[in-house]
């Protein structure tokens, strides 16, 4: 029990590692920001330790958002550590060969913006009501209430989109790293701030990287015509 309390506490953001200009960094938000960039650099070099890694960035990011409050983003660590897993377990079955980057088109675009919305404001009733149901868990209110809901939405399907190489799902990761660079940054955790401006600057290389090929693709197959 002694051991088990032991490794707790390393889990809680009173647990500082070092100060840097005023600011005391926790252990958690240290291993969660490292592990995070870790996680992205090794997915750009289609590594798979990323796979591990983001397991290990999904475990460090849920204690930290339980701690701040923000509970979407605490939940979405569950669907980061699930996708992860079938992550690691797909890229050991892959043949090595990718499909094409294509686009969602006009409908389907209209319906990704209508699954947002409803899902932001789902998502952002069931957190809003977590306090009320379970008083014990989560005896403070969330904040950010929505746009932390409207970030926890859009990564899901953001990712949902990169796994199938629609173009869309980079201009979306642009939209998700911005609301949180805003959001992290008022919660004063600016490491994590710092991570997300780097993944910021990833989503628009991402974008413009995609788009390039998008192109490319769509000439080859006029060509081809």
């Avoid at 869309?168 to 609301?179: A, G, K, N, P, T």
Wanted: aromatic share 22%.
């Amino acid at each position: 029990m002694e051991q088990i309390l032991f490794l707790k506490q390393y889990f809680f953001l009173e647990f500082t590692i070092f100060t840097w200009i005023g600011y005391s960094f926790s252990l958690l938000e240290f291993l969660g920001t490292t592990s995070g960039l870790v996680c992205v650099y090794l997915a750009s070099r289609n590594h798979i330790l990323t796979w591990p890694i983001g397991i290990f960035n999904s475990i460090c990011f849920f204690f930290l958002f339980f701690q701040i409050q923000l509970y979407s983003d605490m939940l979405l660590q569950i669907y980061f550590f699930g996708s992860s897993i079938y992550g690691w377990i797909i890229w050991r079955k892959r043949t090595g060969q990718f499909t094409k980057i294509v686009s969602l088109g006009r409908e389907k675009n209209l319906l990704v913006l209508f699954l947002i919305l409803s899902g932001t404001i789902g998502l952002g009733y069931f957190t809003k009501h977590l306090p009320i149901w379970f008083p014990q868990v989560f005896q403070k209110p969330p904040d950010f209430l929505y746009w932390d809901s409207f970030t926890t939405v859009t990564s899901i399907i953001a990712n949902l989109l990169l796994a199938q190489r629609k173009l869309e799902s980079w201009f979306l990761w642009v939209f998700v790293d911005i609301v949180c660079i805003v959001i992290y940054s008022l919660k004063n955790i600016p490491f994590v701030t710092l991570e997300y401006g780097i993944f910021l600057l990833i989503a628009f290389y991402g974008s413009w990287h995609w788009y390039q090929e998008y192109r490319e693709n769509l000439k080859s197959s006029t060509l081809s015509v």
